[in-house]
């Protein structure tokens, strides 16, 4: 058997990571693409010129300088500063864009979680029967399909829009739910944390590109090239993953023997040898410590939906930066949320590999980190003004501190029940969507003007729920197995093993590797 130097499960965090790099591609494209297709400009009641409406810290800009202008010998001011700095504007005659108001502009960026939290749990249990290859590899060639539609939907009517973003949102609902269950069956107990903050907050990676790049192309080709190269680069994955990715280790070809049997060995303890063929669903609806994440998860996923929906928008409507210094300057919280997770997952697992502090204690400390150290953050951000530096500052440390979910109650699903890891992010999932999918929503309600105060409003508001959930989690979490997790038969818990992240030290063998993949592969 032909081995690797890079140990496989190591190969597969590369893959699931780049997959989730194109996922959220496709996802958050429409977010800058947004400020250049669609204008919410008045119309003036006396001809049919469009007024331009400058940012909000512009116009106080503007003030300022024509208080200058006119109490001041000679001296003159550019005050327009807007019209200069977004080519938007400079080519609106050439651009096709739709007139929408800031509701309907709502509607469209939240209709992907319309259809995101329609197949959540569905994509959960589809993985745990079927496995994440097609699950995870499915999602993203149809979601590349129908972003390559995007353009001719858009310019056809909003409407055909939201529909095409609710499909897509529908097409990736079941990725994360399928990432959990092969979390399950290839990564030990002990190495998840760092695993799952690493792979999963490669979504930040993937806004943290397209942002910038996105804005990039929309000032030298136009916004409809955003939606081809986009749907193009998901094609190719896909194209990667049907030929590198393997569900277990038992099928994997290139994974040596002794790497094979360490994995196998450190997962047996919270995983059966067979399918679950039977959700308790009684014990998940009364599941507090369930409920404790899924609480959890409303308020982080709030969060970081207002930030991936809304950040480019604040950017050009109150601080006024450019359609290309936007995507480039909106993509720093993202950076900056990676850093914190990778940051806290390798932090969590020197701790909890070295015994330093219990599992209980590392979920705790880091749902505090990821739930309340935003909500200080974000709300800081509204009372900075038009200080774009404060601002361009506090939103990469609160994003950077909602990086660390990945170790705190993101992990505690695994905690509780490797078997139906995959269903119970599905079930997390769609009720954190359900509530975060209102974000665009609100967020056109209570900003009809844009202006900072009522941006103030949107930060309150979120910081409210960060610190509900954060309490919700810290008094009902638990970070034990449940009995319900063995649907077949109830087993002792053992140890954890105890080796760190990618050493690979292995315990002797307990059954033959023919017989233990040939027990997996049934599963």
């Given at each position: 058997?032909?081995?690797?130097?890079?140990?496989?499960?190591?190969?597969?965090?590369?893959?699931?990571?780049?997959?989730?790099?194109?996922?959220?591609?496709?996802?958050?494209?429409?977010?800058?693409?947004?400020?250049?297709?669609?204008?919410?400009?008045?119309?003036?009641?006396?001809?049919?010129?469009?007024?331009?409406?400058?940012?909000?810290?512009?116009?106080?800009?503007?003030?300022?300088?024509?208080?200058?202008?006119?109490?001041?010998?000679?001296?003159?001011?550019?005050?327009?500063?807007?019209?200069?700095?977004?080519?938007?504007?400079?080519?609106?005659?050439?651009?096709?864009?739709?007139?929408?108001?800031?509701?309907?502009?709502?509607?469209?960026?939240?209709?992907?979680?319309?259809?995101?939290?329609?197949?959540?749990?569905?994509?959960?249990?589809?993985?745990?029967?079927?496995?994440?290859?097609?699950?995870?590899?499915?999602?993203?060639?149809?979601?590349?399909?129908?972003?390559?539609?995007?353009?001719?939907?858009?310019?056809?009517?909003?409407?055909?829009?939201?529909?095409?973003?609710?499909?897509?949102?529908?097409?990736?609902?079941?990725?994360?739910?399928?990432?959990?269950?092969?979390?399950?069956?290839?990564?030990?107990?002990?190495?998840?944390?760092?695993?799952?903050?690493?792979?999963?907050?490669?979504?930040?990676?993937?806004?943290?590109?397209?942002?910038?790049?996105?804005?990039?192309?929309?000032?030298?080709?136009?916004?409809?090239?955003?939606?081809?190269?986009?749907?193009?680069?998901?094609?190719?994955?896909?194209?990667?993953?049907?030929?590198?990715?393997?569900?277990?280790?038992?099928?994997?070809?290139?994974?040596?023997?002794?790497?094979?049997?360490?994995?196998?060995?450190?997962?047996?303890?919270?995983?059966?040898?067979?399918?679950?063929?039977?959700?308790?669903?009684?014990?998940?609806?009364?599941?507090?410590?369930?409920?404790?994440?899924?609480?959890?998860?409303?308020?982080?996923?709030?969060?970081?939906?207002?930030?991936?929906?809304?950040?480019?928008?604040?950017?050009?409507?109150?601080?006024?930066?450019?359609?290309?210094?936007?995507?480039?300057?909106?993509?720093?919280?993202?950076?900056?949320?990676?850093?914190?997770?990778?940051?806290?997952?390798?932090?969590?697992?020197?701790?909890?590999?070295?015994?330093?502090?219990?599992?209980?204690?590392?979920?705790?400390?880091?749902?505090?980190?990821?739930?309340?150290?935003?909500?200080?953050?974000?709300?800081?951000?509204?009372?900075?003004?038009?200080?774009?530096?404060?601002?361009?500052?506090?939103?990469?440390?609160?994003?950077?501190?909602?990086?660390?979910?990945?170790?705190?109650?993101?992990?505690?699903?695994?905690d509780l029940t490797p078997n139906f890891a995959g269903t119970v992010l599905g079930v997390s999932n769609t009720i954190a969507f359900s509530i975060s999918m209102l974000a665009p929503i609100i967020v056109g309600a209570l900003t009809p003007e844009q202006s900072l105060q009522q941006w103030q409003h949107v930060f309150w508001l979120t910081g409210a729920i960060y610190l509900v959930c954060w309490v919700f989690f810290m008094v009902f979490a638990k970070f034990e197995t449940q009995k319900w997790n063995f649907h077949v038969k109830e087993k002792t818990v053992k140890t954890e093993e105890t080796n760190s992240f990618l050493k690979i030290s292995f315990l002797p063998k307990i059954t033959s590797k023919k017989r233990r993949c040939e027990t997996e592969d049934g599963?």
């Amino acid at each position: 058997m032909a081995t690797c130097e890079v140990p496989a499960r190591v190969s597969v965090g590369i893959l699931v990571a780049t997959g989730v790099m194109v996922l959220y591609m496709l996802r958050v494209n429409l977010s800058v693409a947004i400020v250049a297709m669609v204008r919410t400009h008045a119309t003036s009641a006396f001809n049919d010129a469009t007024e331009v409406k400058q940012a909000y810290c512009h116009q106080f800009e503007t003030l300022e300088s024509s208080f200058v202008n006119s109490s001041s010998d000679g001296y003159e001011l550019d005050t327009n500063i807007t019209a200069v700095d977004d080519p938007i504007f400079e080519e609106v005659a050439l651009t096709e864009q739709l007139l929408l108001t800031g509701a309907q502009k709502g509607m469209v960026l939240g209709a992907f979680f319309y259809g995101y939290i329609i197949t959540s749990i569905p994509g959960g249990r589809l993985a745990e029967l079927y496995g994440t290859k097609i699950v995870f590899g499915g999602s993203i060639l149809l979601g590349g399909i129908l972003t390559l539609f995007t353009p001719l939907a858009a310019k056809f009517n909003y409407i055909a829009l939201i529909l095409i973003r609710i499909l897509i949102g529908i097409a990736q609902g079941v990725v994360y739910p399928s990432m959990h269950v092969l979390v399950a069956r290839w990564i030990p107990p002990l190495e998840r944390p760092r695993f799952i903050s690493i792979t999963y907050m490669a979504n930040c990676l993937g806004t943290i590109m397209t942002l910038p790049v996105c804005g990039l192309i929309i000032d030298t080709i136009g916004w409809e090239a955003v939606f081809y190269v986009c749907g193009a680069v998901a094609i190719v994955w896909v194209l990667f993953w049907s030929f590198l990715m393997f569900d277990s280790p038992c099928n994997h070809p290139r994974i040596s023997d002794k790497e094979r049997e360490f994995i196998m060995e450190a997962i047996a303890e919270g995983t059966t040898q067979q399918k679950p063929n039977q959700i308790p669903w009684c014990a998940f609806t009364t599941s507090m410590p369930l409920w404790a994440i899924n609480v959890a998860h409303i308020g982080a996923m709030f969060g970081f939906t207002l930030l991936i929906t809304q950040l480019p928008t604040y950017m050009d409507s109150v601080l006024g930066f450019s359609i290309k210094n936007n995507g480039l300057i909106s993509s720093l919280p993202f950076l900056a949320q990676f850093l914190g997770s990778t940051a806290c997952g390798c932090i969590g697992d020197y701790f909890r590999t070295r015994n330093y502090i219990s599992v209980a204690t590392s979920r705790r400390v880091f749902a505090t980190i990821s739930l309340v150290l935003p909500a200080i953050t974000l709300v800081a951000v509204g009372y900075v003004g038009c200080n774009t530096l404060l601002a361009v500052i506090l939103f990469p440390v609160s994003a950077a501190c909602l990086g660390a979910i990945g170790a705190g109650h993101l992990a505690n699903h695994l905690d509780l029940t490797p078997n139906f890891a995959g269903t119970v992010l599905g079930v997390s999932n769609t009720i954190a969507f359900s509530i975060s999918m209102l974000a665009p929503i609100i967020v056109g309600a209570l900003t009809p003007e844009q202006s900072l105060q009522q941006w103030q409003h949107v930060f309150w508001l979120t910081g409210a729920i960060y610190l509900v959930c954060w309490v919700f989690f810290m008094v009902f979490a638990k970070f034990e197995t449940q009995k319900w997790n063995f649907h077949v038969k109830e087993k002792t818990v053992k140890t954890e093993e105890t080796n760190s992240f990618l050493k690979i030290s292995f315990l002797p063998k307990i059954t033959s590797k023919k017989r233990r993949c040939e027990t997996e592969d049934g599963v």
